[in-house]
């Protein structure tokens, strides 16, 4: 399983073995992903951090894009991604590529996502929007997710992780 997780400050990350057409691609709907959720928002944030990952086959746990839950005293506490505003999941393959994969949006309504090749969900990154992804038992599943934060920018960010 390849994570490939790409970062903007100024510019893009340059991956090994993406063309320049593909990578034109990636930036375009980065961009347009953006001015949706700004449009939607009424905000002005910016790229945080961007990835194209193949779904782990156990799914992927119920979690908050910016908090953690906190057993001690029953609350949600900022996480290393505090600074996350908004983020995005689109799909990349057609479901009929692979099996599982519903997105998963918990308390206080559930709410099941299978969006199909080039169709997602945008959400508040809080603890609004605890999701999980089910399991991939057969197939790949590859996403384009995206996080934004606040455009002031105040947070540490890392250039690149390749796993």
Known sequence: MHFFYLFRRCRYARLRGVTDEEYSVIENVTNRIIEHTNKLSGRNDVIDHLAIRSTPRKGV???ADNKKWEPSNSTWVPN????????AIILLNTPSEYKGGTIRFHDPNRADFLPGKGQGVIFDASEKNVHSVDTVPHGERFTFMVWLSHASGEHTRKKYFLW
């Open 61 to 63: 746990p119920a979690h």
């Open 80 to 87: 290393g991604s505090g600074h996350r505003t908004w983020s």
